[in-house]
């Protein structure tokens, strides 16, 4: 069977308004670091796409993550309903004191809500290729790729060459994205309402309410959420700092040991660049 | 440097012993910087260290040369991925040259004792070419570069011709010679298709199965348009880097506890083992009987596909005795041949050199090490004042190119050069709270990691306490975090006034 994705993995799940959500926890127990909560993207899950960040922060710290869960019955998910699964989760497993949070992609909107919402629970937070509000960019895009849904092979070249950076997929071939792109997590229906939560995202009013020790990720190549995203999200957030990445949209997987070690650095020292800071990024 | 008269001894401000890439890269920095008091002593009659020695034939590096080379030297010409070891060796003697500081080198030299003078606050460094006082000594001499070949019962009845890896003789011809060949580290790998190819038959006498990274592919060469654009646009290289670099460190958490992610490589290595060998049989005695990771994993090449040779007999088992020309295994399978050839690796959990460094109150190196090697920052240790040791304690990388941590070293001794220069400082000595904190804070890295439960038997081990004293077990790019920089709260610091 498969094998948990970091030592003394615990798994659990909350009721949150009637859905189950699912947790997993792992990590330092005596760090001094706050605990830290990662929260994934559109057809994404713990496993998917934390795979290799969450057993590298559990190292140092404690972390929480959890799988985004469909709701029911309900047609249209907003952010502030996946903001309530994150908030069930956290009040479950650390009900009280400072955490840091990290979200991913869609999860990155919700993160950054999150932590406009809770500023006296966010110390720190982690935005990777993250957006304030959906541009005409995202919509063609997504326009193409839902006229593509009838030809799954046609949808999944397509995916495949959004996600990852334009250099990474020159040196590899279709078989080799394919092994290293997981499945997508959280089923068709829900996959398909977090698409349609895609377009409309707009947490501009949230911005000046964020009061977190912020880092913003940007990548190079991200062709789903272009930089540009990722920059105004470092005006926009008065405590931020930005670094870049090499790679495309798909950073957890293309990228991973960058991505994680720019993070733990980041959330062992959050102040070591002030805000307003560009990082460099690292040149081996 | 200027010659006292009384003693015929040369003062230096600092000498380095070893030009590998370690002494090399220190002078290339030293250089720059417009420091020229400086020496290398060097053994043999070249410099190169590891790529001097190594000439086998299949010799190459298996972290991709734009990685394993210095970030401050990138070099657009290498022919492979992989590059040959001759070609590395070329790049070395290039950089002394380009950066000019051939007079720094003292060939042929081999140092025979250092000792620290509390007196002078100097160490006195004893040579077969001469003596020497430095205020900082550096050991640069490589954990790889003192072979071991293990004790075999009647190997001098052996009438044949012996070779280490190592310790190439390029004069005795090997073509129809029947070959057995000691051991499957990364330099048995190496060799093994090109002996198999000229002799006529080799057995491979295998303590343990290796696991293998799973080819990736690429075409090996390098064209001609690809190196003109390196040389045209040096970006493409620290692209190159930056990508074998990240990719290199996704490797490193399977190696401490992370389930899933071991399961994961263990299962690519094993998959690949599958598909390469039909046999069951063989591919049983192939089947590594400890966790990934525990010895290096090495890089794919040929080895299968040379097993799998006529002339190729696989030995699943030790060399344990010879008798005149007959080589027997510990399964009691005896073998006639005409050649040894032992790729058994090189002493690293006991520096050579630790014996012959004498510190504070005359002690050794190796003495203050009889519990295994240990350092502040990997690189300094109490009792002895104002010595760098690089490539020593937990410093070994099983995932990544060591020319990371040694450049970081690097970094730290220049770091530390400045830092006294500019406070006038005379003496350092690390303190022993500092290096039992760094001790400890190594030591729970490793807890649980693939070198020490992964059920091997390795060289990152200290045999004597079980304690992992060769390998970082972290990310290299977490070792450049903490020790790259001089920290002088870790050191009790005289000044000149
Ligand atoms: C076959 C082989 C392949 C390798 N491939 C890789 C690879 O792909 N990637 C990787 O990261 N690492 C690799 N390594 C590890 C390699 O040893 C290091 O990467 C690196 O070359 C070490 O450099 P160094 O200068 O510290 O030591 P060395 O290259 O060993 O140089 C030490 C020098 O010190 C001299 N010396 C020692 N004692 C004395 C003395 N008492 N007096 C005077 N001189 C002395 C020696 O003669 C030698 O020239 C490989 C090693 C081997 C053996």
Known sequence: MAEPIAQDLVTGTVDVDGTTVTYFTAGKQDSK??????????????ENHFSFVFPTLARDQRVVSLDLTDIVGKPEITVADLERQVAGVVNHLVPAGPISVLGYSLGSVVAAAYAAHNPDRVQNLVLVAGWIKTDTQQLVRQDVQAALRGDMAAYKKLSLVLAFGVPFVAKRTLDDLLTIAPPPAGGMEFIGKLSDLNRIVDITDDMGKIKATTLIIGCTYDMMVPRHHSLALFGA???????????????????????????REFLANPNAYPAGSIIPEVQP | MS?????????????????????????????????????????????????????????????????????????????????????????????????????????????????????SKRWFVETTNGTWSAKFLVTACGHLSDTRTPEIDGLDTFPGDIFHTARWNHNIPLEGKRIALVGTGASAVQVFPELQAIAESVVLFQRS????????????????????LFARYPQAMRDIRSEIFWYSEGNFPPRVQVPKLLEKARNASLKYLQESIADPELRAKLTPNYEIGCKRILGPGRFYATILQDNVTLEASALTRVDGSSVYGANGDGYEVDVIVFATGFDATEPKFASIIFGVGGQTLADSWKDGMKATASISTPGFPNLFITNGPNTSLGHNSAVYIIESQIDYIIDTLNYVNTHHVERIETTPES???YVDSVAARAVGSVWLAGGCNNWYVDRRTQRLTVSWPDFAYQFRQENAKFNPTDYVLESVF
Not at chain 2, 209 to 218: H, R
């Open chain 1, 237 to 263: 957030i008065e405590d931020s700092r930005y670094t870049e990445l090499s790679s495309g949209h798909a950073i957890v997987w293309e990228r991973p040991s960058e991505l994680a070690l720019a993070v």
């Open chain 1, 33 to 46: 670091l706050p605990p830290v909560v990662l929260i994934h993207g559109t057809a994404g899950s713990t």
């Open chain 2, 209 to 228: 199965a290796p696991y293998f990274f799973i080819p990736s592919g690429k075409h090996q060469a390098f064209t001609d348009a690809q190196r003109r």
């Open chain 2, 435 to 437: 290096e039992q904190e």
């Open chain 2, 3 to 119: 010659q006292s008269q009384t003693h015929n001894v040369t003062d230096v401000e600092v000498l380095a012993i070893g030009a590998g890439f370690t002494g090399i890269g220190l002078g290339i920095k030293l250089t720059r910087q417009g420091f020229h008091d400086f020496v290398i002593l060097e053994r043999e009659g070249d410099v190169g260290g590891t790529w001097r020695d190594n000439t086998y034939p299949g010799v190459a590096c298996d972290v991709p040369a734009h990685l394993y080379s210095f970030s401050f030297k990138l070099n657009p010409n290498w022919s492979k991925i992989q590059a040959p070891g001759g070609e590395i060796w070329d790049y070395l003697r290039d950089c002394v040259t380009d950066e000019g500081f051939w007079d720094n080198i003292r060939l042929n030299t081999d140092v025979t004792r250092a000792r620290w003078n509390e007196d």
